[in-house]
């Protein structure tokens, strides 16, 4: 039985028609990938589902006491109170129990019969048991686990939510939210506002639970590791997927391929019947056979062929080189009033790293790269520049402060003064803003179109160290998956600061972990410092255990660096390892499919040329031929499809 169905969604804002009769369900244990360009109506339409937004027309079904959840990119609210009270009154019916239970001791007090006080007494033990049900699956203790696997300290639960930041608002509004366990958990842009650590946590509870959920998010790897099956909101309007994002990009490319071919056939036989009505229709002989053929080509039907929406295609242009010391930070220390950022931090940027810096939230990743960018000033010690070092940077809040009187093309005109319109304008084309569209005021754009601006105006003056703090919010997943592309391809060095997993596992060669007002430095991607991470846990563990390394008991020392290179290795060498022949077997797939695919085209190319079937004999072999090939690419599509599966369990594993 589906948990929700959706029948002739359609909604419009003036001219612009969002959902035109839409319609879709949803199971009781769907994982769904909500997605979409910018602008296409992903939030709208998880607004719908939420009960916060109503369509202009269509229906909406609920299973009967279904529960929603719903976490929107924005925060309205919390309630009042300490902030694990506020988490325990999101769940609905503690407040109705409590009350009830009350009601019931008061009426047992006052009452004189006997008969009623037996009746009583029993409501009453009925209600403490349903409580005690009750507790033990939205309980303080419960509420309390899922807050600090969120971030908060045992000192932040007895806070006012008053007293909290935006980020941790939204925390606490998830931590409500996980508490509840709805039917259907709707989350928009959900790690937004999470750190590393608490991502890593937040992505198992997730996994875990069997219950719907239908998720929003430019996090690539987050999406493929939660959902089965994508919503996609597409040109020709919602399409259905089944798989993850990675499969639902596969699907779509293998449908685009399939239904081009599909209209190039289509179009052959019209060509092929006109051109029979066009040699024989004014011949008697022939007049019954063309008649024929013009009935034949009127059946014949256009193929509609799949759009895709415009997406960010750029890359960076070629940079100076600079000396190897990029940048040298010496001492630094920063403090905000009585909270001590860095007492001491130093560290050193060489050329070509592509460093990314991680650490909970408030640990000061922003305020590092503000002080090596200049602008925030340390109360002691120095940040170098090296040799040669043209600096570019890239902060969320750069565009924020974009001027909004100016147009587009005004706000980006005097970075390359020295060069040609053309060339500002071709620049902007990259980042999908084309003819009118350069003179569209600033003050209009939403935030995806202003982060794209930002990025403009990076390309504009080209450096050779990048500063980048999460350049990836306000962009969608295709757009991001770009930005991704066009950094692997950037010659320069890159120090930046992002909470997207896919991001930083893309680009990263070194991590630089902020903690204690110092970083520790890290090789390899993010998935190599978790793994590292994870195995201090498991060493702090056993040595807790008197099982420590050494043999003795007490807590463990933190590893040396010979000891943290190595188990390093170790981790790289066990993913080589198990993951190696997988991707040797999908790389030798990959390369048979795009060589059948390539002989499958020209075979079509062929078989759409109406001369070939005068001669049976030549055409059949090769008709033979086709129909092999399509059942071998089948094969190779099932087997590709295996291995892929068997690399995503493999590395989760790890």
């Known amino acids: 039985m589906s948990l929700v169905i959706a029948q002739d969604i359609s909604l419009s804002y003036g001219k612009k028609v969002l959902f035109d009769e839409e319609s879709f369900s949803l199971g009781p244990k769907d994982r769904v990938g909500l997605v979409g360009a910018n602008g296409t109506g992903k939030s709208t339409l998880m607004k719908i589902l939420a009960g916060v937004q109503h369509a202009d027309s269509g229906t909406l079904v609920f299973r009967r006491k279904a529960r929603i959840g719903y976490l929107p990119q924005e925060l309205a609210g919390l309630p009042e109170g300490s902030v694990v009270d506020a988490v325990l009154s999101t769940v609905p019916g503690r407040d109705s129990l409590e009350v009830r239970l009350r009601d019931t001791e008061a009426a047992l007090a006052q009452s004189t019969s006997e008969e009623e006080q037996l009746e009583l007494a029993q409501s009453l033990a009925d209600l403490h048991t349903e409580l005690d049900h009750f507790d033990d699956h939205y309980g303080r203790h419960h509420a309390e686990r899922i807050l600090k696997g969120l971030g908060f300290r045992e000192a932040d639960l007895l806070k006012p ?32 506002h999470l750190d590393v650590p608490t991502q890593a946590w937040f992505d198992g509870f997730l996994k875990r639970s069997n219950k719907a959920v239908v998720l929003i998010s430019h996090d690539k790897d987050f999406i493929n590791r939660q959902v089965d099956r994508v919503l996609a909101l597409e040109l020709e309007g919602l399409r259905s997927y089944s798989g993850n994002y990675d499969d639902y990009k596969r699907q779509r490319a293998e449908e685009k391929l399939q239904l081009q071919a599909q209209a190039e056939r289509v179009e052959a036989r019209k060509a092929e019947l006109q051109g029979f009505i066009d040699r024989f229709g004014a011949k008697a002989t022939k007049a ?161 179109e202003r982060a794209r601006v930002a990025l403009a105006k990076l390309l504009l003056v080209p450096s050779n160290l990048l500063l980048m703090d999460e350049p990836t919010n306000h962009l969608d997943l295709d757009s991001t998956e770009m930005l991704i592309e066009a950094l692997k391809g950037y010659g320069g060095t890159l120090l930046f600061v992002s909470h997207n997993r896919s991001f930083v596992n893309g680009l990263s060669t070194q991590v630089w972990d902020v903690v204690g007002g110092k970083v520790e430095t890290h090789s390899g991607n993010l998935d190599d410092y978790l793994y590292h991470q994870e195995q ?119």
Do not use: C
């Open 288 to 448: 019954r056979q063309a008649q024929s053929r013009a009935k034949m080509l009127e059946k014949l039907e256009d193929v509609q062929v799949l759009e895709e929406r415009a997406t960010m295609h750029f890359r960076f242009p070629e940079v100076a080189r600079s000396g190897r010391d990029v940048v040298t930070l010496e001492d630094i220390h920063k403090r905000y009033g009585e909270a001590v950022v860095y007492a001491g931090l130093s560290g050193r940027v060489e050329r070509g790293q592509r460093i990314a810096v991680v650490g909970a939230n408030g640990a000061g990743k922003t305020t590092l790269l503000k002080i090596v960018a200049g602008e925030l000033a340390a109360e002691g010690g120095t940040v170098t520049l090296g040799h040669n070092v043209v600096m570019g940077y890239y902060a969320q809040h750069h565009a924020d402060k974009l001027d909004k009187r100016n147009s587009i093309i005004e706000e980006v005109r005097p970075l390359a003064a020295d060069k040609p319109e053309s060339f500002v304008r071709g620049v902007l084309g990259a980042f999908m803003f084309s003819g009118d569209d350069v003179d569209k005021p600033v003050g209009v754009l939403s935030g995806g």
């Open 536 to 654: 201090r846990r498991l060493e702090a563990e056993a040595a807790g255990q008197g099982e420590s390394p050494s043999g003795r008991g007490g807590a463990a020392a933190a590893p040396s660096e010979k000891d943290r290179k190595r188990l390093e290795a170790e981790a790289r060498q066990r993913r080589s390892t198990v993951e190696g022949p997988l991707k040797k077997e999908i790389a030798k797939l990959e390369e048979a499919i795009a060589k059948l695919e390539s002989a499958q085209k020209e075979r079509e190319a062929q078989l759409a040329d109406p001369v070939l079937y005068n001669d049976f004999a030549k055409a059949k072999p090769l008709m033979d031929a086709h129909r092999d090939g399509k059942t071998e690419l089948e094969s190779l599509y099932a087997r590709w499809e295996t291995a892929q599966e068997k690399l995503a369990e493999a590395s989760a594993s790890l």
């Open 161 to 192: 939510t008053s007293a909290l930041s935006g980020g941790w608002r939204m925390r606490a509004a998830l931590a409500g939210l996980l508490l509840q366990d709805p039917d259907l958990l709707l989350m928009d842009e959900p790690t937004n």
